[in-house]
T-cell receptor, first 115, second 111 residues
Framework: EPEVTQTPSHQVTQMGQEVILRCVPISNHLYFYWYRQILGQKVEFLVSFYNNEISEKSEIFDDQFSVERPDGSNFTLKIRSTKLEDSAMYFC?????????????FGAGTRLSVL | DQQVKQNSPSLSVQEGRISILNCDYTNSMFDYFLWYKKYPAEGPTFLISISSIKDKNEDGRFTVFLNKSAKHLSLHIVPSQPGDSAVYFCAARGAGNMLTFGGGTRLMVKP
């Protein structure tokens, strides 16, 4: 069964360093998302991406964050200068079409630990 | 942000009985609702969904009910099985197709 794949499963970094979290969405999907879940808190929307551009972004998604689809398969989230409060699980999701059954399928997540 | 709330952080049910997980929302613009199940160290797994124009959707042991006037939805699992033990998240679709999640309910099904 097709699935969303995220790498690495766990990333440890020093505060101020740049990190890139990688995702391979399901192959025929057109819409891509990043969410995060800080320990003990809700899953929060960060950004959605369609047709090589950002569709929506939340207040969390500030200038330190960027997303890119560098090739036909990968979808990346970059944090330019990590802060302690960026420590969280980051989930990538993808979905096939607009409207109708709007099911977003999630990857297993990357745990980001900022020290 | 309390647009989607799951007021019960945990629920314990005996195997074979019904599990009822509840979710309340405040934004009347949400048009689609989804339930996800999450095991530790895994991402949310889609379970069942319902459009705001319906009041019930059933898939095997899982049924979701939507009461728009009360802005309330519930997930019924019957019969409950030990393998159903997980954290269940309610999510609502809003503008831009982004999902707003509830805080989750940890379901424990005892053998």
């Amino acid at each position: 069964e097709p699935e969303v794949t995220q790498t690495p499963s766990h990333q440890v970094t020093q505060m101020g360093q740049e990190v890139i979290l990688r995702c391979v969405p399901i192959s025929n999907h057109l819409y891509f998302y990043w969410y995060r879940q800080i320990l003990g808190q809700k899953v929060e929307f960060l950004v959605s991406f369609y047709n090589n551009e950002i569709s929506e972004k939340s207040e969390i998604f500030d200038d330190q964050f960027s997303v890119e689809r560098p090739d036909g398969s990968n979808f990346t989230l970059k944090i330019r200068s990590t802060k302690l409060e960026d420590s969280a699980m980051y989930f990538c999701a993808s979905r096939e079409t607009s409207g109708g059954e709007n099911i977003q399928y999630f990857g297993a997540g990357t745990r980001l630990s900022v020290l | 942000d309390q647009q989607v709330k799951q007021n019960s952080p945990s629920l314990s049910v005996q195997e074979g009985r019904i599990s009822i997980l509840n979710c309340d929302y405040t934004n009347s613009m949400f048009d689609y609702f989804l339930w996800y199940k999450k095991y530790p160290a895994e991402g949310p797994t889609f379970l069942i969904s319902i459009s705001s124009i319906k009041d019930k959707n059933e898939d095997g042991r899982f049924t979701v009910f939507l009461n728009k006037s009360a802005k309330h939805l519930s997930l019924h699992i019957v019969p409950s099985q030990p393998g159903d033990s997980a954290v269940y998240f309610c999510a609502a679709r809003g503008a831009g197709n982004m999902l707003t999640f509830g805080g989750g309910t940890r379901l424990m099904v005892k053998p």
